[in-house]
Nanobody, 115 residues
Framework: QVQLEESGGGLVQAGGSLRLSCAAS??????MGWFRQAPVKEREFVAS????????DYADSVKGRFTISRDNAKSTVYLQMNSLKPEDTAVYYC??????????WGQGTQVTVSS
């Protein structure tokens, strides 16, 4: 069992930056991902990182602006978000992948980008 808790969301102006954190408890050496869901839209993939940080993947919409990282000693995954745009406004969730599916999810943190 894994418990995940996101933090770091908030209100920021377009062009600004935020860093989200996802603290994990329990078994934590999974591939971790960040997802987001905007109002009236489906949840979408943002970024992922393998258990040892050796490989990352990003949605095209955030490439070059967002960076995912992890500190296994702290059982924490980060999402550094730069050059934020209003269309990045969403609830951001972290998730842990077991085998081929993301099965553990946090409660989410709101990110709002004003124009």
């Amino acid at each position: 069992q894994v418990q995940l808790e996101e933090s770091g969301g908030g209100l920021v102006q377009a062009g600004g930056s935020l860093r989200l954190s996802c603290a994990a408890s329990g078994r934590t050496l999974y591939t971790m991902g960040w997802f987001r869901q905007a109002p009236v839209k489906e949840r979408e993939f943002v970024a992922s990182i393998t258990w040892n940080g050796g490989s990352t993947d990003y949605a095209d919409s955030v490439k070059g602006r967002f960076t995912i990282s992890r500190d296994n000693a702290k059982s924490t995954v980060y999402l550094q978000m730069n050059s934020l745009k209003p269309e990045d406004t969403a609830v951001y969730y972290c998730a842990a992948r077991r085998l081929s599916q993301y099965v553990y999810w946090g409660q989410g943190t709101q990110v709002t980008v004003s124009s």
